[in-house]
């Protein structure tokens, strides 16, 4: 079976990579390109550990082509953080507790910051709305949701 040679941009660098007509992005950036921050809780889309964004839309990358990729511009948790710090979200995560286990933490964060990148001041019902398709089984939703909204209101410089 022939290979599809892709080129792409995945967290500001020019990548590409060979891949399967069948192989889907989660399985390239973590199998080929060593970007093992998404998780597979489902392969079906259902649970969002694997969010990433794909031109500034969040997409599940269990459902996403690796070949569908070609000159796409894609944001993975790797590229949330800047090299000397967290990013804020990530810090309000850590400091409202709100992981455990730690499969869905990059979906809920890469999640969190597409949310507000589109919208800097949500409500709370607006923020849980946005991470609907983001399931958690350890912590439960309440200081996911704590640490989104701190998160906000310290990036307005609220």
């Given at each position: 079976m022939a290979k599809h040679h892709v080129t792409t941009t995945i967290n500001g660098d020019r990548t590409e990579f060979l891949c399967d007509t069948e192989q889907t992005l989660l399985d390239v950036l973590r199998d080929e390109l060593?970007?093992?921050?998404?998780?597979?809780?489902?392969?079906?889309?259902?649970?969002?550990?694997?969010?990433?964004?794909?031109?500034?839309t969040l997409v599940c990358s269990c459902l996403v082509l690796a070949a569908e990729a070609q000159d796409a511009k894609f944001e993975t948790i790797e590229g949330v953080a800047s090299a000397e710090e967290l990013h804020p979200i990530q810090?309000?995560?850590?400091?409202?507790?709100a992981l455990q286990c730690g499969i869905c933490t990059p979906g809920f964060i890469v999640a969190t910051k597409a949310l507000l990148e589109h919208n800097p001041d949500p409500t709370e019902t607006e923020a849980r709305y946005w991470l609907a398709?983001?399931?958690?089984?350890?912590?439960?939703?309440?200081k996911i949701i704590k640490a989104v909204m701190n998160a906000a209101a310290e990036m307005r410089g609220a």
């Amino acid at each position: 079976m022939a290979k599809h040679h892709v080129t792409t941009t995945i967290n500001g660098d020019r990548t590409e990579f060979l891949c399967d007509t069948e192989q889907t992005l989660l399985d390239v950036l973590r199998d080929e390109l060593g970007l093992t921050g998404s998780k597979e809780g489902c392969a079906s889309g259902d649970c969002g550990a694997c969010s990433v964004t794909m031109n500034g839309t969040l997409v599940c990358s269990c459902l996403v082509l690796a070949a569908e990729a070609q000159d796409a511009k894609f944001e993975t948790i790797e590229g949330v953080a800047s090299a000397e710090e967290l990013h804020p979200i990530q810090r309000h995560f850590l400091q409202e507790a709100a992981l455990q286990c730690g499969i869905c933490t990059p979906g809920f964060i890469v999640a969190t910051k597409a949310l507000l990148e589109h919208n800097p001041d949500p409500t709370e019902t607006e923020a849980r709305y946005w991470l609907a398709g983001n399931l958690c089984r350890c912590t439960g939703y309440d200081k996911i949701i704590k640490a989104v909204m701190n998160a906000a209101a310290e990036m307005r410089g609220a």
